[in-house]
C-alpha cells in the first residue's frame, strides 16, 4: 500500500534526523580554528560548542570546561542551545505522535483518525526540522563574517565546524520525511477511491430445469 510505503520512509527518515539533531546539539565542533597563518603547524585546536569548549593539543590529548554561564555567551549560542533543545523535544513528540497513529499500532483503530494522527507527526517533524535550521544558518553566517572580518586577528577567528553540516544534515531529513508523512494522509495515497464491483445476477432453479444468465 502507498501510504504504508510513504509512512514508513518517512518515518525512517525522521528518526534519523533526530537522532542527529541531538549528535549536533551535545557535539562541540561547533566553532573550530581557522588555520589562516603561514605556519600551519600549531599546537591546538580549540573547539567552541553550545555546552562547552575543548581544546584539543597536537599530542592527542583534549580538555574541555563546561561553559559556567549561559548568560556570559554570545547571543547566537544562547539561540542556538534553546532551539535545538526545543527540537530534539519536538522530535520525540512527534515520535509519540506517530507511534499512536501508525498503521502497524493498534493504539486507534479508525483509519481516519490514524491518518490524521500521522499527519500532526509529520507537521511537528517540520517543525523540529525548521527549529534547528534557524541557529544553524545564523551561527555559519555570524562565523563567516568574523571569518572575512580584517578587524578580528586570525588567532580569534573560526570556521564552521562539524556539528553545523552535521546539524543541515538533520533538517534535510526530517524535513523530507515530515513532508512523507503528510503526504501519506493524502486521499490518493491511503487508496480514497475505492474500486465499485456491479453485483452479479444470482442463477436460479426450478426442478430439475437450470436457467443460465
Not at 37 to 55: E, F, K, P, R, Y
Not at 113 to 136: A, E, M, N
Not at 158 to 182: D, H, K, P, Q, V
Amino acid at each position: 500500500m502507498l501510504s504504508m510505503f510513504l509512512e514508513s520512509l518517512g518515518m525512517a527518515l525522521c528518526l534519523a534526523g533526530s537522532l542527529l539533531v541531538m549528535v549536533a546539539c551535545g557535539l562541540p565542533m561547533w566553532k573550530v580554528t581557522a588555520f589562516i597563518d603561514s605556519n600551519i603547524v600549531v599546537a591546538q585546536t580549540i573547539w567552541d560548542g553550545l555546552w562547552m569548549s575543548c581544546v584539543v593539543q597536537s599530542t592527542g590529548q583534549m580538555q574541555c570546561k563546561i561553559h559556567d554561564s549561559m548568560l556570559s555567551l554570545s547571543q547566537d549560542l544562547q539561540t542556538a542551545r534553546a532551539l535545538t533543545v526545543i527540537a530534539a523535544v519536538f522530535g520525540v513528540l512527534a515520535l509519540a505522535v506517530m507511534l499512536a497513529g501508525a498503521q502497524c499500532t493498534n493504539c486507534i483503530q479508525e483509519e481516519a483518525l490514524k491518518g490524521r494522527v500521522v499527519f500532526t507527526g509529520g507537521i511537528l517533524y517540520i517543525f523540529s526540522g525548521l527549529f534547528v535550521l534557524v541557529p544553524l544558518c545564523w551561527m555559519a553566517n555570524n562565523i563567516i563574517v568574523d571569518f572575512h572580518n580584517p578587524q578580528i586577528p586570525p588567532s580569534k577567528k573560526r570556521e564552521i565546524g562539524a556539528a553545523i553540516y552535521i546539524g543541515w544534515a538533520s533538517t534535510a531529513l526530517l524535513l523530507m520525511g515530515g513532508g512523507l508523512l503528510c503526504c501519506s494522509f493524502s486521499q490518493g495515497a491511503r487508496g480514497g477511491y475505492p474500486i465499485k464491483y456491479t453485483p452479479t445476477k444470482s442463477i436460479a432453479s426450478n426442478g430439475d430445469k437450470k436457467h443460465y444468465v
